[in-house]
């Protein structure tokens, strides 16, 4: 889960910097990605890399 929270972290960010969401919307967005992805215990270097795509992809 650390790389779905830095990952959609970095993209609700994003999104507040570019005025497209409001700063409050960025933990909602947070909690979005995070209910949307599975727990993958102990992934590899390729999940890690496809796990912060899609959260990418979410938005």
């Known amino acids: ?3 779905v929270y830095n990952a ?3 993209k609700a960010v994003g999104l507040f ?3 497209k969401i409001a700063y409050l919307q960025i933990p909602e ?3 979005e990605a995070m209910e949307q992805h599975k ?3 102990n992934p ?3 999940e890690i890399l496809e796990t912060e795509a899609s ?3 979410f938005y």
């Open 44 to 46: 590899n270097v390729e």
């Open 1 to 3: 889960m650390p790389t």
């Open 8 to 10: 959609a972290n970095e």
């Open 39 to 41: 727990v993958i215990e």
């Open 55 to 57: 959260v990418y992809d």
């Open 17 to 19: 910097l570019d005025r």
């Open 29 to 31: 967005l947070i909690r």
